[in-house]
């Protein structure tokens, strides 16, 4: 008898494919088993072109997502291509455009080709290059480099011969002079700037004299005149760079004279005023010379006054020379508004009145003057080298103020490193001595009163650079 069987049956769940199609063509094909819950892909993406959502009439799809049935389910979409802007530039070398750019749009892929422009003044590039048309349109430029072109003109009077360059971008250029022919007047014959190479002559003119104004080593201004005529000045006026001591004014043309005419070649150099330089730090005013004086123009002073004025705390210090003078603001305000020259020197005893040179002695004595400012509403602090001999006491040290008739007045002071340091209300001659006091007796009474009688010579300047103290 045959054994009984036993039969088992096994299934299993249905496939079905999802399919995504673009312009009819397959792009994806997912699998999943039957009822599966599933979620749409994401958009194709097809670079140069624009794609559609997905479409499908095989579910009902819901947030991006649907349940498989019993059959397959095909998504379609179409694409359409993009267009993108493209330029072609025309610049030279430093970037600047030398003509309109062209511009356009066109579609993805595709290849633009580009012509190159004839500029005037400029060489161009000699190949073409095409436009390959990307949706990244940063990239979609072709730029064309000029080479700007140099033209030479050659200046030549006969004498000498001067090569100058220009280019389309100038409308004029710097002619070299004409070389001086006496008694003849040159000028070059008429030219344009074409844009070609040329030659230009000079001409020349019998019966003239040149002319000519110097400022600072170089031709200002000058020109051509007939013997007899008249010589007029230019219209401008040059100028000098101020340095850090001094400021320069221009005060005139050296040699000229008004109604001057001209009998031959002629040149005038122009003459600077120089004046002190004022520098400023905040509330303190500073002055700095390489020489015995500074000269204070009358605008200068007045600057110097409106600051005083204004703020209570403005100071001026003057160094000439080797000396240094220290107004304070009461003495600022003093001064007056017209030009004046500090001076600080030491006196020589053959300028001294003899009545002075009798109280000064052997003494070192300085005369300091500031114009017509001599007595001041504010303190003036002076400092001036003195040599003090070796074994000496500086407490010893005096200043004395020395008026012409011999009256002196003692004027307190201090030595520090080979300088003594007073203040004065007034300026005048001052001298250091050592040790000595004076008093007013009826022998210097009457010399005064000689001493007034007598005229006291101009001071002669000596030189900071040399030792100026005498010692004791």
Not at 130 to 157: G, L, Q
Request: glycine share 6%.
């Amino acid at each position: 008898m045959a054994d009984d069987a036993v039969l088992y049956a096994l299934w299993a769940w249905d496939q079905y494919d999802v399919v995504y199609k673009v312009d009819g063509e397959i792009v994806f094909t997912d699998t999943f088993d039957y009822g599966t819950e599933v979620t749409v892909r994401d958009m194709f993406q097809k670079t140069g072109y624009t794609v559609t959502g997905w479409s499908t009439d095989d579910a009902e799809v819901s947030d991006g997502k649907f349940v498989l049935g019993a059959s397959d389910v095909v998504f379609t979409a179409s694409s359409s291509i993009n267009r993108y802007s493209y330029a072609v530039e025309f610049v030279d070398e430093s970037g600047n455009s030398v003509a309109e750019k062209v511009s356009g749009t066109e579609y993805y892929g595709s290849t633009v080709d580009t012509v190159i422009k004839d500029v005037v003044g400029y060489t161009a590039p000699s190949e073409a290059v095409k436009v390959f048309v990307s949706e990244d349109e940063s990239k979609n430029v072709v730029r064309y480099v000029y080479k700007i072109i140099f033209y030479t003109i050659t200046f030549d009077d006969g004498t000498v011969q001067t090569d100058v360059k220009y280019t389309v971008k100038d409308s004029s250029v710097d002619e070299p002079m004409v070389t001086k022919k006496k008694g003849y007047a040159g000028v070059w014959e008429e030219y344009v700037l074409d844009l070609t190479d040329k030659t230009v002559k000079a001409v020349y003119t019998p019966g003239y004299y040149r002319v000519e104004f110097v400022s600072e080593g170089n031709v200002f201004f000058w020109y051509d005149l007939e013997p007899g005529k008249e010589i007029t000045l230019p219209s401008s006026i040059p100028s000098k760079d101020a340095e850090i001591r001094y400021v320069y004014t221009f005060s005139g043309w050296d040699g000229y004279t008004e109604d001057m005419t001209v009998d031959g070649d002629i040149t005038f150099v122009a003459v600077f005023f120089r004046t002190a330089a004022v520098a400023e730090d905040g509330s303190d005013l500073a002055v700095n010379v390489d020489e015995d004086n500074a000269v204070f123009s009358s605008d200068t002073i007045s600057d110097v006054l409106s600051k005083a004025e204004s703020d209570p705390s403005v100071t001026m210090t003057v160094s000439v020379g080797y000396g240094v003078v220290v107004f304070d603001n009461g003495s600022l305000r003093s001064l007056g508004s017209s030009e004046a020259t500090l001076e600080l020197y030491v006196l020589d005893p053959d300028d001294m009145t003899q009545t002075v040179r009798d109280v000064v002695g052997d003494n070192v004595a300085y005369s300091i003057s500031f114009g017509p400012n001599k007595a001041f509403g504010g303190i003036v602090t002076v400092t001036v080298p003195y040599v003090l001999a070796e074994g000496k006491d500086p407490d010893n040290l005096v200043v004395y103020y020395v008026a012409e008739d011999g009256t002196v007045e003692e004027i307190p002071c201090t030595y520090s490193e080979g300088y003594v340091t007073f203040s004065t209300d007034h300026f005048s001659v001052y001298a250091v001595m050592y040790g000595e006091s004076y008093d007013v007796s009826a022998e210097i009474v009457l010399l005064a009163l000689i001493a007034a009688m007598i005229v006291m010579p101009t001071a002669v300047f000596f030189s900071w650079r040399r030792a100026v103290g005498r010692s004791v």
